[in-house]
C-alpha cells in the first residue's frame, strides 16, 4: 500500500452525482490517472469515513460547490517535501505565502484573494490562535490532504477572514496495515526522522494511526536553529456498523523557531548608500532569541447512523498550548545605518475548546435530492499574556551593516513597561444548508447565526505606576450563501455563488479596539473535469468587498486604522491535465485587483503583502517504472512596501524540482525503499516581502533536500 496515495480517497465514499461519479477526487492530479493505467490500485478509505467536504460539511465532492475549493492531496505534499503549511499551499492561485519571508516559519501566515489569515482548521475544527503571538502550527507529517476553501466561509464557520480558510485533513487509521519510516537531511544541516504507523488490532474493531517526527536544522537568519518533536497517535473504535468513535492526540514540541527580526527596506528591498544587506541577515540579538513553543491537542469524533436517511457527526478538541518569546524590533535610523532597538519578550498560555456537531439528512422529494445539514458549533479559548518591554535606550543599537549579535547580557535588562491580560473568547454559531441535486443542476443555500464574546481584563506597569483596565466586546451576526451550477453532459459545470463572512476584529498593539469586519462576495465561474480524469480546469471571477477592514496605520508600523471598505476582485484558473501516459501538468494562474476604496487617509491605496498577478506550473515526467522527475515553477509579482504604496517590492519567478527513485528498480532486496532530492528556490532567486519600511524580509534561499524512506 502507497501511504501517500489519497487520490484514490473518495471513489468508494461519495455519494455522487453522474459527473462527479466519474471523478478521481476534486482534480485529480493527472499523475494519478496517468499512474491508474499502469498499475491497478485498491481503492482504500485514506480520509476516514468521519472526512467531510471542507466547503459544505457534506459528502458530496468539491465539484459538486458553487465556489472555487483548490484540494492538496498527499502524494503532492511528499512529491515537494513541504516542511510547513506555508509550502504546502504555495502553487495555490489567490494565496501568497512566506509573508514574512523564508527565515520566519513559527507562523502559518498567508494571505488568501488578498486578506490575511491567520486562524487555520485542523479536520474541520478551527485551530485556536490568542491574537498575539500563540498560534498551534500543524505539522504537514500529520496531514493527509489540505483543503483551500475561497471566498467568505462564515456560514459554516463563523469568525474568519473573507478571503477564505486553509483546513487540514488528517491522517486517519487505516484497515490495512502499512509502516514508513523516513530520514531526510537537506543544505541547511537537517536531522530528521519520522514514523508513520496504521493497521487494524488484531481481530478488534479497532484500527490504529501513529505518526511521531523528531526535527533539527540551522534557520536561514544569523546563528538561528530550528527544533520540532511531534507525537500523534489516534484510534478508530468500531463500536457498530451504525457507530465509529475516533480519539486523536497531538502533541508538539518546538524548543527553537529560527527567528522573528525584520530588516528595514533600505539595504534590503530598497539602495542604499551604506551597503547592501544579505538574505541571513540578522537584526536581534543571539542572546535573546528564544521561541519555546509546547502544545497538545486531545480530540474525538462520533459518527452515528440514526436511519438510513439521517445521520449524527459530533467532533469536539481541547487544546492546552503555552510559549515563551524573547524577541527584538528595531526603530528609525538618523543615518540609515544604525538602528536603536528594544528588547521585548512574552510569556503566554492558553487553554481552548472546539466543538461541532451536525446532523446530515439525505433525503429524496421527486426528482431532487436533498443533502440537508444543521449543525451547533462553540468555542471558547482562555488566554494569559504578559508582555515586557525595555522600551529606548536600554540595549546597544545596532549597525546594521556591520552587526554585532551579542552585544548584551539579558541579565542586565531592565523593562520599562509590562502588560499582564487575561483574555476570554466565547462563539457559538448555530447554521443550516442545504444542498440539492436536481437533474443537473446543484442548488445550495445556507445561513447562521453567530454570538461572539471577548473579555481582556488588563494590568499595565509603566514608569513606576500602575493601571488597570477591561475591555468587554459582543457581536451577533446573521450571514447567508447561496449559489447554483449546471453540470453539462460533456463535463463543463458553470456555477454563480453569493457568500458572506464575519470577522469580530481584536485590539492591535497600541490597544485600539474596533468594530467587526463583514464580507459579501459574487462568484462565477466554471469546473471541467473530463470523464476519464484526465484534464481539469478551474475557472473563478470573484468580486468581495470587506465592510470596517484593519489595514497599517502609516504613522505608526505598531497600530492598525479601521477603514470604511476594501476591494478585491480577480481571476483565479486551475489546470490539470495529462499529457501523456507518463507526463502531467499543473497550471495556475491568479490576478487581484485591491484597494481600499473608502478611507480619509489611505483611499485608493493598496494594503501591502497583495502581489498583482501570481502563477504557477508543475510538470511531472515519469522516466521509468521506478524514476519521476518533476520541475516547478512560482512567479509572484510586484506589491506595495508600505500602507501608503511610496514604494514597491518587486516580482520574481522562483523555480523547484523533485526526483524520486524506487530502490527495488536496483535490487528486489530493496522493496519499499525509495529515494528522494528535492530543491526549493534552485537558483537561489533573492526575493523579498515588506510590512513597511523598517519591517522587510527575505524570502527562502536555495534549499536542497534529500529524503530516504522504506515502507513495511
Known amino acids: 500500500m502507497d501511504m501517500g496515495c489519497a487520490r484514490v480517497q473518495q471513489v468508494a465514499r461519495w455519494r455522487l452525482s453522474p459527473l462527479a461519479m466519474a471523478v478521481m477526487g476534486s482534480l485529480m492530479l493527472p499523475s494519478a490517472y496517468a499512474e491508474s493505467q499502469h498499475t491497478k490500485m485498491e481503492t482504500i478509505q485514506v480520509l476516514g469515513d468521519t472526512y467531510r467536504n471542507t466547503a459544505t460539511k457534506t459528502v458530496l465532492a468539491p465539484e459538486e460547490t ?88 462564515s456560514v459554516l464557520y ?32 537537517l536531522r530528521e526522522v519520522s514514523v508513520d504507523s496504521t493497521g487494524a488490532i488484531s481481530d478488534t474493531p479497532l484500527a490504529y494511526r501513529m505518526v511521531a517526527l523528531a526535527r533539527q536544522k540551522d534557520g536561514q537568519a544569523g546563528d538561528s ?128 475548546w472546539v466543538v461541532d456537531t451536525q446532523l446530515s439528512g439525505d433525503l429524496s422529494w421527486g426528482a431532487a435530492q436533498h443533502y440537508t445539514l444543521f449543525g451547533i458549533d462553540y468555542q471558547n479559548m482562555s488566554s494569559d499574556v504578559g508582555y515586557d518591554d525595555t522600551l529606548a535606550n536600554v540595549v546597544p543599537d545596532i549597525d546594521i551593516f556591520d552587526p554585532d549579535n551579542n ?12 502588560e499582564d491580560h487575561d483574555i476570554e473568547v466565547t462563539q457559538t454559531g448555530l447554521y443550516a444548508q442545504d444542498q440539492i441535486l436536481w437533474n443537473q443542476w ?28 477591561e475591555k468587554n466586546i459582543r457581536h451577533y451576526n446573521l450571514a447567508f450563501r447561496a449559489g447554483a451550477m449546471y453540470q453539462f453532459d460533456n463535463g463543463i459545470s458553470p456555477y454563480l455563488s453569493y457568500s458572506e463572512s464575519f470577522e469580530p476584529t481584536d485590539m492591535d498593539n497600541r ?14 465561474g466554471l469546473k471541467y473535469l473530463s470523464l476519464d480524469g484526465s484534464t481539469g480546469v478551474n475557472v473563478a471571477l470573484f468580486e468581495l468587498k470587506k465592510q470596517d477592514a484593519l489595514v497599517n496605520d502609516p504613522n505608526d508600523s505598531y497600530a492598525k486604522i479601521q477603514t470604511g471598505e476594501i476591494r478585491s476582485r480577480g481571476i483565479e484558473v486551475e489546470f490539470n491535465h495529462a499529457l501523456s501516459l507518463e507526463t502531467d501538468v499543473a497550471l495556475t494562474y491568479g490576478y487581484i485587483d485591491m484597494e481600499i476604496t473608502d478611507d480619509p487617509n489611505l483611499e485608493g491605496k493598496t494594503p501591502v503583502w497583495v502581489p498583482e498577478q501570481t502563477a504557477s506550473a508543475w510538470l511531472n515526467h515519469q522516466v521509468s517504472a521506478g524514476t519521476r522527475v518533476s520541475v516547478g515553477a512560482r512567479y509572484v509579482g510586484e506589491s506595495q512596501g508600505n500602507a501608503t504604496n511610496t514604494f514597491t517590492v518587486p516580482d520574481y519567478t522562483v523555480f523547484d ?39 522587510c524580509w527575505y524570502g527562502d534561499e536555495r534549499n536542497i533536500k534529500a529524503k530516504l524512506s522504506i515502507d513495511f
Not at 547580557?409 to 509590562?418: E, G, K, M, T, V
Open 66 to 153: 458553487p465556489q472555487a475549493v483548490t484540494v492538496i492531496d498527499r502524494e503532492a505534499i511528499e512529491q515537494r517535501q513541504a516542511s510547513s503549511l506555508s509550502e504546502v499551499v504555495r502553487y495555490t492561485p489567490g494565496v501568497n505565502t512566506e509573508l514574512r519571508g523564508g527565515a520566519v516559519t513559527r507562523l502559518d501566515l498567508f494571505n488568501i484573494r488578498g486578506f490575511i489569515n491567520y486562524q487555520n482548521f485542523f479536520d474541520g475544527l478551527a485551530v485556536p490562535y490568542n491574537t498575539w503571538n500563540l498560534q498551534p502550527q500543524i505539522d504537514p507529517i500529520a496531514i493527509e490532504q489540505v483543503e483551500v476553501f475561497k471566498g467568505p466561509t
Open 158 to 189: 463563523g469568525n474568519i477572514p473573507p478571503g477564505g480558510m486553509v483546513n487540514m485533513i488528517a491522517k486517519t487509521p487505516q484497515q490495512e496495515a502499512a509502516h514508513r519510516v523516513t530520514m531526510s537531511t537537506d543544505s541547511d544541516a
Open 225 to 352: 536553529e530550528e527544533e520540532r518533536y511531534i507525537i500523534a497517535p489516534s484510534l478508530d473504535w468500531r463500536v457498530s456498523p451504525d457507530t465509529l468513535v475516533n480519539v486523536n492526540l497531538y502533541y508538539q514540541a518546538d524548543p527553537a523557531a529560527g527567528i522573528y527580526t525584520s530588516l528595514p527596506a533600505k539595504g534590503s528591498v530598497l539602495h542604499s548608500d551604506q551597503g547592501s544587506l544579505s538574505s541571513d541577515s540578522f537584526s536581534g540579538d543571539n542572546n535573546w532569541n528564544t521561541y519555546d513553543r509546547e502544545f497538545l491537542m486531545l480530540g474525538y469524533k462520533v459518527q452515528h447512523q440514526l436511519s438510513s436517511n439521517w445521520s449524527l457527526l459530533h467532533s469536539a478538541r481541547y487544546t492546552d498550548a503555552d510559549l515563551l518569546q524573547k524577541n527584538m524590533y528595531h526603530q528609525k535610523s538618523d543615518d540609515d545605518r544604525h538602528y536603536p532597538r528594544n528588547a521585548y519578550l512574552t510569556d503566554e498560555t492558553m487553554a481552548a
Open 407 to 418: 552585544q548584551f547580557n539579558p541579565d542586565s535588562l531592565s523593562f520599562a513597561y509590562q
Open 442 to 469: 446543484v442548488l445550495l443555500a445556507g445561513a447562521r447565526y453567530d454570538e461572539y464574546e471577548l473579555n481582556d481584563d488588563k494590568q499595565t506597569l509603566s514608569g513606576g505606576a500602575s493601571s488597570a483596565s
Open 511 to 524: 490597544g485600539n479596539v474596533f468594530d467587526p469586519s463583514t464580507g459579501k462576495q459574487w462568484e462565477t
Open 657 to 695: 524540482t523533485a526526483v524520486s527513485y524506487d530502490l527495488s528498480q536496483a535490487s528486489s532486496s530493496l522493496s519499499g525503499a525509495k529515494v528522494s532530492l528535492s530543491a526549493t528556490n534552485l537558483f537561489d532567486k533573492t526575493t523579498y516581502s515588506c510590512f513597511d519600511d523598517l519591517n
